[in-house]
């Protein structure tokens, strides 16, 4: 799929923008009015329109449209967004933090509907961080440089335990695993060719960090805001800190999501890199596409036998 010129971008960006605004403004009517099927597929109508909304104001500031301009890797984030994102439905196989309920009960539609919903995570996520940025956030916030030269051996030292902890003491160290991808995959980066987010933290630059932060929170309340009404769903079965719901999240748990975008971003590096060195060669392209498509098949027949409560009546 080749980028598309765009004649008009302020006109197209606006087209985007309003389109969003409609399907958002026609699904809060059908939340209004109890309609079975706004409700059972709300996650889509807010999140694929959120990525249309997000790539107009891009467009619209930036003159930069990840859906014009590059949509083959637009298409590649969606699909490494349903990749990455079933690691921390593996995880939670075991420690069962959230549930699905009143899922579409037929599962030619409900695996789709799995792979749809788990394509817009990181790409979500890497658009609000950009959008953020081309509308000047945190434009000033080139910090003094510090000193901490031991920090890979001691971010991978904590990161193991982030990982092993919750495995082994899932009723109190659960909160942990969205801190160990970052002090785990963070140091790593510089073996595929790729600045660390710390190393560049540690040099006073702090931007984009701040903006990747910034964008797992705004997203956060996006995600519960919108799963509240749904009837197809997410539930919260925390052992602990369950207290203080705002929506279906009691709050603390918002202070996952910030560091669960860094988590996201280190991934997606990480799949760019691969995707770079196997995609090279024909045989290797196909293996790195085949492996994902056998992960996705497997885990969601996972989440179906452990995660999924109830399905919605036929």
Same mark, same amino acid.
């Given at each position: 799929?080749?980028?598309?010129?765009?004649?008009?971008?302020?006109?197209?960006?606006?087209?985007?923008?309003?389109?969003?605004?409609?399907?958002?403004?026609?699904?809060?009517?059908?939340?209004?009015?109890?309609?079975?099927?706004?409700?059972?597929?709300?996650?889509?109508?807010?999140?694929?329109?959120?990525?249309?909304?997000?790539?107009?104001?891009?467009?619209?500031?930036?003159? @930069?449209?990840? !859906? $014009?301009? /590059?949509?083959?890797?637009?298409?590649? %984030?969606? #699909?490494?967004? +349903?990749?990455?994102? *079933? =690691?921390?439905?593996?995880?939670?196989?075991?420690?069962?933090?959230?549930?699905?309920?009143?899922? @579409?009960?037929? !599962? $030619?539609? /409900?695996?789709?509907?799995?792979?749809? %919903?788990? #394509?817009?995570? +990181?790409?979500?996520? *890497? =658009?609000?961080?950009?959008?953020?940025?081309?509308?000047?956030?945190?434009?000033?916030?080139?910090?003094?440089?510090?000193?901490?030269?031991?920090?890979?051996?001691?971010?991978?030292?904590?990161?193991?335990?982030?990982?092993?902890?919750? =495995?082994?003491?899932?009723?109190?160290?659960?909160?942990?695993?969205?801190?160990?991808?970052?002090?785990?995959?963070?140091?790593?980066?510089?073996?595929?060719?790729?600045?660390?987010?710390?190393?560049?933290?540690?040099?006073?630059?702090?931007?984009?960090?701040?903006?990747?932060?910034?964008?797992?929170?705004?997203?956060?309340?996006?995600?519960?805001?919108?799963?509240?009404?749904?009837?197809?769903?997410?539930?919260?079965?925390?052992?602990?800190?369950?207290?203080?719901?705002?929506?279906?999240?009691?709050?603390?748990?918002?202070?996952?999501?910030?560091?669960?975008?860094?988590?996201?971003?280190?991934?997606?590096?990480?799949?760019?890199?691969?995707?770079?060195?196997?995609?090279?060669?024909?045989?290797?392209?196909?293996?790195?596409?085949?492996?994902?498509?056998?992960?996705?098949?497997?885990?969601?027949?996972?989440?179906?036998?452990?995660?999924?409560?109830?399905?919605?009546?036929?």
């Amino acid at each position: 799929m080749n980028a598309m010129k765009v004649h008009d971008p302020p006109l197209a960006a606006r087209g985007q923008i309003l389109a969003a605004l409609l399907v958002w403004l026609g699904a809060l009517a059908g939340v209004a009015l109890d309609s079975p099927p706004v409700r059972a597929y709300l996650y889509h109508l807010a999140w694929w329109p959120l990525l249309l909304f997000l790539d107009g104001l891009l467009l619209l500031k930036a003159q @930069e449209s990840w !859906l $014009w301009q /590059r949509p083959r890797e637009f298409l590649r %984030a969606a #699909a490494f967004s +349903v990749t990455l994102w *079933l =690691l921390f439905e593996l995880v939670n196989l075991h420690l069962l933090n959230w549930r699905y309920v009143g899922l @579409e009960p037929r !599962l $030619w539609l /409900r695996w789709p509907g799995y792979a749809l %919903a788990f #394509a817009t995570v +990181v790409p979500a996520i *890497l =658009l609000t961080a950009r959008v953020l940025q081309a509308f000047g956030a945190f434009s000033g916030r080139r910090g003094r440089p510090l000193t901490f030269e031991h920090w890979p051996p001691v971010f991978l030292i904590l990161g193991t335990a982030c990982l092993v902890l919750p =495995l082994v003491f899932p009723t109190h160290a659960f909160p942990l695993i969205w801190l160990g991808v970052i002090l785990l995959g963070d140091p790593l980066l510089p073996l595929v060719g790729r600045p660390s987010f710390t190393a560049r933290w540690l040099a006073g630059e702090r931007r984009e960090v701040l903006c990747l932060l910034t964008a797992g929170l705004l997203l956060g309340l996006w995600w519960e805001l919108w799963n509240h009404p749904a009837s197809a769903r997410w539930i919260y079965t925390l052992p602990i800190l369950g207290f203080g719901k705002v929506f279906e999240m009691p709050v603390l748990g918002y202070l996952g999501f910030p560091p669960f975008a860094l988590e996201c971003a280190i991934l997606y590096i990480f799949m760019e890199e691969l995707h770079a060195r196997l995609g090279a060669h024909p045989r290797g392209r196909r293996l790195f596409w085949l492996a994902q498509g056998a992960w996705w098949l497997v885990m969601f027949a996972a989440i179906d036998a452990r995660t999924v409560l109830s399905f919605a009546s036929p």
